[in-house]
DNA sequence: CCTTTTAGTTGGTAATACCCACTACTTTAG
DNA sequence: CTAAAGTAGTGGGTATTACCAACTAAAAGG
């Protein structure tokens, strides 16, 4: 680990790695890595549209169409908002909520062998230096 | 990091920064984060279309119009196998070497600020720990 | 009021990526 | 040696993704 850029490598490799991962767990259930995200972030809010592209780091109109397709498969809704008659707040159904769980257990499924060759020690080590680059 | 998952959790979701931030890079210059793969897996390789295929985890269908579009912008050349007239090499052009080296300048300074909240003793450790995931 | 800003959708376009079918070349069997 | 089976790559057709620009409707500010 002499080489500067070593570690900017391996974590741009370990994401694709982690990418493809969440991909295979989303494919399985005919939804797009996008998709899967949106599940994930409706898990624990109700955003507006708006507020859902900037999660996302999408234009608006393209998170419009990604709603769309959602709600056609019954797993997310809009509901005007009382206060505010142009705005929308996205939730997900029952469904919704029904498959967003069964995806964080298939993800973390499909993800464990990521770090099952650490020790419980680097593990941890691991996920406080992590959540020290979310911080 | 009592939670079990909180690695995992962490770990996807650097990924997903990353991600935005590698995709910000190659949109900035007119790319994908496909392609910006491609540049980047070229650059130190000359592979088939299937073998190419095989390192994005792509259809070999999907690749064909990817390597036409690079081939297009004049980044990416052709050339067919001389012992199998079935299969196809796909090489940078001297053009796509030099924004290679680009990007990977861009990448870099793109995703310094990640790891910039480390001191030395812990991004080593990142970056080994990082390391020890791949192989 | 009336203008400006904001929220969201729509239309148009290009790229991505799939599957399936197809051609062309190789390899293997009989 | 030839016929069958397999492999490499492409192309058609489709759905999705994501952009921008233009639009409607509602809210806010002057």
Redesign the pocket.
């Known amino acids: 680990m002499t080489e500067p850029d070593e570690v900017l490598d391996n974590l741009a490799q370990v994401s694709f790695v982690v990418m493809a991962r969440l991909s295979e767990v989303a494919a399985a259930h005919e ?2 890595l ?2 899967l995200r949106v599940l994930g972030i409706l898990r624990d809010r109700t955003p ?4 859902l592209a900037t999660h ?14 959602a709600v056609r498969r019954g797993l997310v809704s ?1 509901e005007a ?1 009382r ?7 996205v939730s997900l159904t029952p469904a919704g909520f029904s498959l967003a769980a069964d995806l964080t257990a298939e993800v973390s499924r499909a993800m464990a062998p990521l770090t099952s060759g650490l020790g419980a020690a680097d593990r941890n080590r691991l996920g406080v230096l992590l959540g020290r680059m979310l911080a």
């Open positions: 939804l797009s996008t998709q507006k549209m708006a507020e996302l780091g999408l234009d608006r109109s393209s998170v419009s169409g990604l709603v769309d397709r809009r908002s206060d505010d008659g142009r705005s929308v707040r």
